[in-house]
């Protein structure tokens, strides 16, 4: 079975680097829910040496202040799934008391699965934001 976190098809990348990428995750109904991928196939963040597991948790919290100062949710989610792709990744996820099924959990069923934002605007918006907050 071929990884797609490896060999992902089309993503929309906001930020990439040597160690790691974030991306705006194609969730409808999920405004602003993105993923920080670890670029090498490591299942497990305890699989990572301290400086690798200190720089991705340095760009996770760097995407969570980043996406709470643009989009202003009523709560961040951070996750660390992955039983279907066992490719270390964490979701980042704004909620909103519009997003697809608030205040419950993103896996329960959708009400809906409408946007309330441009997709193509919130990528734009955040790939600075995100590039400025993790060079610094």
């Known amino acids: 079975m071929t990884c797609g976190y490896c060999h992902p098809g089309a993503e929309t990348v906001l930020w990439s680097g040597d160690r790691c990428r ?17 670029n090498a196939h490591v299942r497990e963040l305890s699989d990572l040496g301290d400086a690798d597991r200190n720089h991705l948790m340095g760009v996770v919290a760097a995407v969570e202040r980043t996406l709470i100062a643009q989009l202003r949710p009523v709560k961040m989610n951070i996750a660390a799934l992955g039983t279907a792709a066992p490719h270390l990744h964490f979701h980042l996820i704004p909620r909103f008391d519009t997003d697809a099924n608030f205040p419950d959990p993103v896996w329960t069923a959708r009400r809906h699965t409408t946007s309330r934002l441009d997709q193509n605007a919130v990528a734009a918006q955040l790939r600075t934001t995100i590039r400025e907050a993790i060079a610094s």
């Open 22 to 38: 974030v991306i705006l995750a194609d969730e409808p109904g999920f405004d602003g829910w993105c993923r920080v991928i670890w």
